[in-house]
């Protein structure tokens, strides 16, 4: 039977349908509360009596192991006799209580709030919404003030405030000022002293239209700072004061925007009158603009891939190489994904980049041959030869890319390099098992833009360490990485990274939680993908990660729904499925069809998919062939590379692979 635990409020226990368990007396419920405050850690006996008494009687151990022995009765009532209890154990000379974190509505609370440090408006409302909900009461409310719960308690109401701030601006965010009003009100009266809190009630007042009631609030503010405290109010709200005063047009969104308007149509005129038909340098700025769209949303992704494709084109009927050059080479956007969006459009980019390299003069236009070797290693992801040629020599790509970084370093050009490293990056996929270069690619990266301002490439650099380190099982470290991409991309107004730490953050919960959690993270990070103008990473990924989820989970398969759209990954993943419904002969001719996987950063992940259809039928040719290519992946673990899935560590596929058909 599950048990949950509440201290939001006064100290209880709820069996499966919600009903209160007895606990008995305050002393039972101080024992209990004491355990939940020791988080799953023991508390000695001796701790437990100096914390429920201020001088522990004689037979304080014998009236502990009463209470233990009634609280036992009253969380595991259908217990058989002399079975050990599952929840409240001895341990020791002490107690302590394993229960799973989200049992408990105080870590269950912490953890909800911990989990929204870099969610938008929208998702940060609704959920704060429903935490703030599972508190009845202060902490502990049936205590008074023991010495042993202060502290703790302290730090949930701090929690708790720092929550109700939280949700009032995102509904303020989210334009439901208006709705935000009431709950902030009744806040600053119960916590007079809370400057945040002051200020979020004048914002909200003006942004519902009633701007004296704001400036109202705001001298309320500082009277009761000066009278009861003795201070003057913070810079923070004296500025609001005079923005309110003067109708500051940043404290109306849509005022705001207007003003940018006009700006960027000034501008934009301005440009225009300047440059006339002057068409070469105006092909230069397109794309220079191409570039700095394609990392404002969807749409402008894909307008920017679509207009950069007309430029070149145009370029290359001008009959000048160099302007060509420029025109293919200054479209340096970061690329993360190893499958082009647009294959088709890839491929001819790549070969007017070859078009062009070979019309420049030989020794001279160094920066423009490095940023079209670039353009050919970053646009051939997934769709031309990786590794090795025929011939041994390395397949065009992975040569450019080589030649690219070579020149960069030799100019000593930081922008340059950042680009060049992007088409290592892309071609540093000749066998599994390269997580650890790759995050020494990302390294690099990172550390020279963080450098040089390129803050682009900067992210592009945590991205990819995000992904390496999830492929190497520092869940710690990209936890690092993927706060310090969502700070850069809030900062400089790049909404399309959010997709990437979302997806991640759905992969973490997969690593660490619940079946059901890993399913509706992924449902929310595939929302994240929608509209977001990237086909190539969107096209069969949700139903590959539930895939994974339920086989990680060790879930039965028959809910993945085998029609769904399963986009580049088709081919790897029918096999599976036909073996798990029954159908060997089918699966079977299925796994003598499939090739290799690409060499990319699902290249682990559809090996190990293949390696359990091969197993599951018996087919020892294909079980061999996956065991040699994820051998040097051993120590990895399969599809974290992505940053998007995990099938668990190749080890145990490996393991499998040795075990043979089951």
Not at 230 to 250: K, S, W
Not at 528 to 539: N, S, W
Not at 621 to 632: F, G, K, N, W, Y
Request: aromatic share 6%.
């Amino acid at each position: 039977m599950r048990v949950e635990f509440g201290v939001l409020g006064a100290v209880t226990a709820w069996d499966e349908a919600g009903q209160p368990l007895p606990l008995k007396g305050p002393r039972h419920r101080a024992v209990l509360a004491r355990l939940i405050l020791a988080r799953r850690r023991v508390v000695p006996v001796t701790r437990l009596a100096e914390d429920l008494w201020d001088e522990p009687p004689g037979n304080a151990v014998g009236s502990l192991r009463t209470f233990v022995g009634d609280l036992r009765r009253a969380l595991e009532p259908d217990r058989p006799p002399r079975t050990p209890p599952r929840l409240l154990i001895t341990e020791g000379s002490g107690y302590v209580l394993r229960v799973p974190k989200d049992d408990v509505d105080a870590w269950r609370f912490e953890q909800a709030v911990d989990s929204l440090a870099e969610a938008g408006p929208a998702r940060a409302a609704d959920r704060l919404c429903e935490a703030l909900g599972w508190w009845r009461g202060p902490a502990f409310a049936d205590f008074g003030d023991e010495r042993w719960l202060r502290s703790e308690r302290s730090r949930l109401s701090e929690l708790r405030l720092h929550a109700v701030e939280r949700l009032a601006n995102a509904r303020i965010s989210l334009g439901r000022a208006a709705e935000a009003v009431p709950d902030l009100d009744a806040h600053v009266t119960d916590h007079p002293w809370r400057e945040d809190a002051w200020w979020l009630l004048a914002l909200a007042l003006y942004r519902s239209g009633r701007q004296a009631d704001a400036l109202s609030v705001l001298r309320r503010a500082r009277s009761m700072l000066r009278d009861q405290l003795g201070v003057d109010p913070g810079p923070r709200l004296r500025r609001l004061e005079e923005d309110v005063l003067r109708q500051a047009d940043h404290l109306d969104p849509d005022a705001a925007a207007a003003s940018v308007d006009r700006v960027w149509a000034e501008a934009t005129a301005a440009y225009e009158g300047v440059l006339g038909s002057r068409a070469r340098t105006r092909l230069e700025s397109t794309v220079g603009l191409m570039r700095d769209l394609a990392v404002t949303g969807g749409g402008g992704l894909e307008a920017a891939r679509r207009h950069r494709v007309a430029a070149v084109a145009a370029a290359e009927q001008l009959d000048d190489p160099d302007l060509t050059a420029r025109v293919i080479g200054v479209y340096d956007v970061p690329a993360i994904w190893t499958r082009s969006d647009d294959p088709e459009q890839a491929r001819w980019l790549v070969e007017a980049a070859e078009r062009t390299l070979r019309s420049l003069p030989p020794g001279a236009h160094e920066a423009a041959r490095c940023r079209l070797l670039a353009t050919i290693a970053v646009e051939s992801r997934g769709a031309l030869p990786v590794g090795e040629a025929p011939s041994g020599a390395p397949a065009r790509p992975l040569q450019a890319a080589g030649q690219a970084e070579e020149i960069a370093r030799r100019l000593d050009d930081a922008g340059l390099l950042a680009f060049a490293l992007n088409g290592t990056f892309m071609q540093s996929f000749r066998r599994a098992g390269l997580a650890g270069r790759r995050d020494a690619i990302g390294g690099e990266i990172e550390a020279l833009s963080a450098h040089h301002g390129l803050v682009r490439y900067e992210v592009l650099g945590h991205l990819i360490r995000i992904q390496a380190r999830c492929a190497l099982a520092d869940l710690a470290g990209a936890d690092r990485h993927a706060t310090a991409v969502d700070e850069l991309a809030t900062r400089h107004d790049l909404p399309l990274v959010s997709v990437f730490t979302t997806w991640y953050r759905a992969l973490r919960t997969a690593t660490t939680s619940s079946l059901a959690a890993a399913e509706g993270a992924y449902e929310e990070a595939a929302g994240a993908l929608r509209g977001a103008g990237m086909p190539g990473l969107e096209r069969g990924l949700l139903p590959l990660a539930r895939l994974c989820v339920r086989l990680r989970h060790g879930a039965p398969l028959d809910g993945v729904d085998e029609g769904a759209d399963w986009g580049p990954y088709e081919r790897w993943v029918r096999p599976l499925l036909l073996a798990e419904g029954g159908r060997a002969g089918e699966a079977r001719a299925a796994l003598r069809a499939v090739s290799s996987p690409p060499r990319d950063l699902m290249f682990e992940a559809l090996w190990c998919l293949t390696a359990r259809a091969a197993v599951a039928v018996g087919d020892r040719d294909v079980m061999e062939r996956a065991r040699t290519q994820l051998l040097p992946a051993a120590d990895e673990v399969a599809g974290a590379g992505s940053g998007l899935i995990t099938l668990g560590p190749v080890a145990e596929c490996l393991a499998v692979l040795e075990g043979g058909p089951r």
